[in-house]
């Protein structure tokens, strides 16, 4: 929803506190624009206390000479002079009219369509400003405060300090309450004070962040005689604002154009700038032809990116359209998000842990941030019950590195006697055909030979091709592959339903656990025979494997995989990991995927969803086992493995906020009712659930061009039919292309879409606190891409 004009320059403008000019410099600005352009546009949102003192009104006074260029309202007025949420509480307790309290997206959206309104009307070049209420975290209609309230919006931003006594320290702090939710200040003005002379003292401190600081001479004294104070306020606004379009007013105007203008400058210059100098992972540089090709984010908040289409028009000169458009981050931005972007709660505590310690030295020692940490996740997180030990690093690919070293190191101690150095660098791992655990050489060693790998791959071990589920023609489909289908009279079961297919325990008894049984056994016997690679670990993404292209595996063969390695001699058990990187922390629902599938790891990893999405960190869980083989008097036998930033303070603090976060959101009434969408007649409490509107992704697996749809948690997935299939497909990023743009970027819920394919399969993945309201009309575009599309 952030706005930027080619036409009109728009400025928020805070105050420090309360009752520090900010309405009386706001006007003096207003005035000086009125002097030079033919419109220029005042808006307050909310306006408390009597009509004849409300902040229009004063700007409509003392325009001066120019009335017929302001275009000045309020969208919001309430008659008692209180802070907004106690306004409007208190109107609604008059019982006078109905009054529904509108929630902060209700009221950015008013905003929005107001500022929008400005724009289209604006003849030529104009000037607009917003002036909030009160201080910078003086409440909006909701309760929120202004700072956060605003923030979709993305305004650049004027404060107004203050000239009284701690000014100084509240013109700073309001900077910093700005600064630490990523808003562009381009001005502070303040009052001229002759004893306490606040601005020599933060000219200089604010030039050095690079922001200009304006003084200005006071205001006369209020005067009892209205003709009076009148007639003294106008010649205060003419000898501020004079004629000759001279002075610090009409200086703090020019450098907010040159603000305006160099920040259209600057994002119309980065695509190019981007071809030249970076490399993107992941990304095929052949294919982008032209600067239009690359997506400029100039901001993010909640569920969207925003994202600079000037590049991208032709016409951008002459449109009176915002060159910003919201763009919702239909991949989670890479599976990270779940708290939305630019959270200001995770923020905060990055910036607490940050100002605290910065980065610490971590081996031998300790700070509350990984402490606390550590035993949220080892005693009442995902470890909960087995692990004992939690060990930190940067990602998850570098946790599953650490994995690794663990699961090799205890099978190799386990062996009688214990396998020397030669035989430990000849050891592999058992895991599934499309499975990814990361771009390191180890974890790529650990997956099959893919398009991920690389010249140093070597890939060591065994991977058997799993059976998975999917939706077809609105029915729960298990699929069977082909390399067990000898053992079973169909390669199709059709179930009743997602939480039949989900009920492993349930299904242990059933002919097809049997059937899977039995081939896993077989081979695993097969492969004990074999003399190299000597199987060292088992290696899951539990339920669904992501890169390999979003495959839901059925949990029962999983599930009996993981008995099958445990079963027999203690000497030849596989330990067990986990990659949890993905799936955990309740991206499919669950915190975690091993109350579902009835075992638990003896090593499980964790990122992604771990700090929120706002920095990397991973976590590697271990049970006392797998500790105890690393331990000794012996310092090689310790595992040497780690990073400069190990269990940095930020990461952590801000982990342990998400937790609390996580906690609140899947324990609320909202969450529940999400839950309960996905009951059936046999099971009214699912074990798997979807934020995904069930009637929605039925009706899609009905399409003749859709092979496949499957569901769980915040992941939708959408298989095309494409004979040619595989990574190398392009078909489900033609298929959707219609959903990327912005139908009508000025309407409510007008964004485009921001998606990411895996070959012929398309991914859409919310964050945990999506809006329904969001996902819906997500839904729809998709819908609508898809329905008219000819198969």
């Known amino acids: 929803m952030s706005l930027l004009f080619k036409n009109l320059r728009v400025h928020q403008v805070f105050g420090a506190n309360t009752d520090v000019g900010k309405t009386m410099l706001t006007s003096a600005l207003v005035r000086a624009s009125a002097s030079i352009y033919e419109r220029v546009y005042y808006l307050k949102p909310v306006s408390t206390g009597p009509i004849e003192e409300a902040d229009d009104e004063h700007v409509k006074r003392y325009i001066g000479a120019n009335a017929d260029r302001l275009h000045a309202s309020c969208l919001y007025r309430f008659s008692e002079p209180l802070s907004p949420h106690l306004a409007v509480k208190l109107e609604a ?69 203050d000239s009284r006594l701690g000014g100084i320290s509240s013109t700073i702090s309001a900077y910093e309450s700005l600064i630490l939710r990523g808003y562009i200040v381009d001005s502070i003005l303040l009052f001229k004070d002759e004893y306490y002379r606040n601005g020599e003292y933060l000219t200089p401190y604010f030039a050095e962040k690079g922001v200009d600081v304006a003084t200005v001479d006071p205001p006369p004294p209020r005067l009892a005689d209205p003709s009076a104070n009148f007639a003294a306020t106008e010649q205060y606004y003419r000898d501020l604002v004079p004629p000759s379009q001279e002075g610090v007013i009409f200086d703090v105007l020019s450098h907010l154009d040159n603000c305006h203008s160099q920040r259209i400058e600057e994002l119309n210059s980065m695509p190019g700038r981007t071809l030249d100098t970076i490399w993107w992972p992941f990304v095929q540089h052949g294919h982008f032809k032209s600067a239009e090709d690359v997506n400029v984010i100039d901001s993010a908040r909640g569920d969207f990116f925003t994202v600079y289409n000037g590049h991208r028009r032709p016409d951008s000169e002459k449109s009176t359209s915002s060159l910003l458009e919201p763009q919702f981050d239909g991949s989670a931005s890479w599976w990270t998000q779940a708290l939305g972007h630019a959270n200001p709660i995770l923020t905060i505590a990055a910036a607490r842990a940050a100002g605290r310690y910065g980065h610490v030295m971590f081996p031998g020692a300790t700070h509350l941030p990984a402490l606390n940490l550590a035993e949220r996740l080892v005693r009442d997180g995902p470890g909960k019950g087995w692990a004992s030990r939690a060990f930190f690093s940067d990602d998850g690919s570098t946790g599953m590195e650490i994995a690794l070293k663990m699961a090799l190191r205890v099978f190799a101690m386990k062996q009688s006697p214990p396998l020397d150095m030669a035989d430990r660098k000849n050891l592999g791992v058992l895991g599934l055909k499309g499975s990814y655990h990361g771009d390191t050489i ?284 595989g990574y190398r497909s392009a078909s489900a990023q033609t298929l959707l292309k219609t959903v990327v743009a912005a139908a009508n970027g000025d309407l409510p819920n007008a964004f485009g879409m921001h998606f990411r394919t895996l070959g012929n399969v398309a991914y859409f993945i919310t964050n945990l606190n999506t809006p329904s309201e969001t996902i819906r009309v997500v839904e729809d ?3 609508f891409a898809l329905s008219n599309t000819s198969s």
């Open 93 to 161: 307790d008059k019982g006078q009219t109905e009054i529904l309290v509108p929630s902060d997206e209700t009221f950015v959206q008013a905003l929005a369509s107001r500022i929008h309104k400005n724009a289209s009307a604006a003849k030529s070049y104009s000037h607009m400003y917003v002036e909030t209420a009160g201080g910078i975290h003086s409440p909006t209609l909701s309760g929120t405060t202004q700072v956060d309230s605003y923030r979709s919006l993305f305004l650049p931003t004027i404060v107004i300090g």
């Open 442 to 725: 180890g974890a790529m060693d650990a997956c099959e030979e893919g398009v991920y790998t690389c010249e140093w791959h070597n890939a060591k071990g065994y991977w058997f091709d799993p059976p998975y589920i999917a939706i077809r023609k609105g029915e729960v489909h298990i699929t069977v592959p082909q390399s067990i289908i000898a053992e079973h009279s169909t390669d199709e079961i059709i179930l009743d339903s997602l939480s039949q297919a989900y009920a492993v325990n349930k299904r242990l008894d059933s002919p097809l656990a049997s059937i899977y049984r039995t081939y896993i056994r077989r081979t695993l016997c097969r492969l004990q025979e074999k003399e190299n690679p000597v199987l060292a670990a088992l290696v899951l993404e539990p339920l669904v494997m992501g890169a390999g292209g979003m495959i839901f595996v059925d949990p029962l063969f999983q599930r009996i995989l993981v008995d099958s390695v445990r079963e027999g001699e203690s000497s030849r058990t596989l330990p067990v990991i986990f990659d949890e990187v993905f799936v955990g922390l309740y991206r499919l629902g669950m915190e975690t995927c091993g109350p579902l599938l009835g075992v638990n790891p003896d090593i499980s990893v964790h990122a992604k969803v771990l700090t929120g999405g706002l920095l990397p960190l991973a976590i590697t869980l271990a049970s006392n086992e797998i500790f105890q083989a690393f331990l000794s008097d012996n310092k090689t036998d310790a595992l040497l493995h780690g990073h400069s930033y190990t269990a940095h303070p930020i990461g952590c603090e801000v982990a342990n906020e998400t937790l609390k976060m996580l906690t609140k959101i899947t324990t609320s009434e909202k969450w529940q009712s999400m839950k309960a969408k996905w009951a059936t007649s046999e099971d009214s409490d699912p074990a798997v659930f979807s934020v995904w509107d069930q009637n929605f992704v039925e009706t899609i697996s009905q399409l003749d061009h859709i092979k496949e749809v499957m569901t769980l948690g915040t992941v939708l997935a959408i298989k095309t039919r494409d004979d040619t299939g």
């Open 781 to 783: 575009k998709i819908w």
